[in-house]
């Protein structure tokens, strides 16, 4: 724009210029506003390249991080690739064994802590562990990633199970937030909560996780802007489906759950549950590496401008953009094809 700009204003400082010699002015104005737009264009370029090499380039010395649920899947994955870049790492795993077994996998630096995000005293000692080992440094990051999945009929899932839903995928999320804050505030860090696809759409029988997902949604838009003050970057990690452990333990939740239903169950429901059963399946099969999920987190954590939320995998980005466009009847048709959900019964009305 200046380079456009400069030559212009040159020609009207001058007197006014006649045929032969206006043409060679006017052509040489203009060469002129294309070598200064050119290295206009070329600083930007550089200065882009400079910006984009310091996006991750934030010093890993004592810079510390907590995961939680880091025993399997994308929290095991993310410890061990923050582990291998230098951070120090607190992974929070439920069992000796599983601690014994991330131990052998990772580098002398990571820390193990026992951390169940509904129990409040491992949350509690975890943090005072912590916190005696980072000292003035305080946490760069906090990764809430711990997570079950409870699938079922909204009205025939038991509510201990809703609550148990609930309590480890928001309420152990925010008590662990709660707990570890004043170390997050210290050191200047970021908290990455891990939601879903399902926190942006409600698949059936998937009513508890997808509440429980809607929910750290909301909870992460308000602590968002609750924490600018302090320049602390909350940002929303939305995985799609992802090759993990999850879904054989889901499954094999579902199973147990199916039998502690209520006779009527198979009636009702029996047609859908199979239909979602092979939905899973398929899922499951064609779920994305955990390693684009660690890509997220780790861009979460580093970057110098890091994203609200991160949309990871091509059914999350179209949903993010389209779904709530689409109007609830073209919804439910979508969401009836991708699951070969039953069509009798669709347009029964009492
Ligand atoms: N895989 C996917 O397709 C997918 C897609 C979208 C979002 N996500 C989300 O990603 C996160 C990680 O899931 P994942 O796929 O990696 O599954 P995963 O391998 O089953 O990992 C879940 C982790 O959460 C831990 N956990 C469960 N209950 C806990 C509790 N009460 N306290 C502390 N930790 C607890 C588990 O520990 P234990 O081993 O001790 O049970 C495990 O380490 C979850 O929040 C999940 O909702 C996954």
């Known amino acids: 724009m200046d ?21 060679f002015f006017l052509r040489r104005s203009a060469k002129v506003a294309i070598t200064h737009s050119g290295m206009v264009l070329t600083s930007a370029v550089l200065v882009g390249l400079l910006l984009l090499m310091r996006s991750n380039s934030r010093p890993k010395d004592s810079l510390y991080v907590v995961i939680t649920g880091a025993s399997s899947g994308i929290g095991q994955a993310c410890a061990l690739a923050l582990d291998r870049r230098g951070f120090g790492v607190f992974a929070g795993v439920r069992t000796d064994a599983d601690a014994q077994r991330l131990c052998s996998i990772a580098s002398s630096r990571l820390q193990v802590v026992r951390l169940d995000v509904t129990e409040p005293d491992t949350i509690h000692s975890a943090a005072e562990s912590i916190r005696c080992a980072v000292g003035e440094a305080g946490l760069a990051g906090l990764v809430n990633n711990a997570g079950i999945v409870v699938t ?36 200047r ?16 029988l998937m009513g508890p996780y997808a509440a429980s997902k809607h929910a750290l949604e909301a909870i992460s838009d308000s602590l968002r802007v609750e924490l600018r003050p302090w320049g602390i970057e909350v940002c929303v990690v939305e995985p799609g489906n992802v090759k993990t452990p999850i879904w054989e333990k889901s499954r094999a939740a579902a199973e147990e759950l199916a039998k502690r239903m209520p006779p009527e169950t198979e009636a009702l429901y029996g047609r859908q549950i199979a239909a979602m059963r092979k939905a899973t399946a398929r899922m499951a099969q064609s779920g994305m590496p955990v390693q684009r999920v660690v890509e997220a987190v780790l861009h979460a954590l580093t970057a110098r401008r890091p994203k609200a939320r991160y949309r990871v995998g091509t059914q999350t980005r179209l949903a993010a953009i389209f ?22 019964g669709l347009r029964q009305r009492p």
């Open 3 to 23: 380079g456009c700009r400069f030559p212009v204003a040159v020609a009207f400082a001058r007197p006014p210029l006649r045929g032969g010699a206006r043409q």
């Open 152 to 187: 079922g009929p909204v009205e025939l899932v038991p509510l201990e199970l809703w609550r148990r839903q609930l309590e480890v995928n928001v309420i152990g999320q925010v008590a662990v937030i709660q707990a570890l804050i004043g170390l997050v505030r210290q050191g």
């Open 189 to 204: 860090g970021r908290i990455v909560n891990v939601s879903s696809i399902s926190g942006i759409l409600a698949a059936p």
């Open 323 to 344: 779904w709530r466009l689409l109007g609830e009847s073209l919804q439910d048709w979508i969401m009836c094809r991708e699951l070969r959900w039953p069509r009798e």
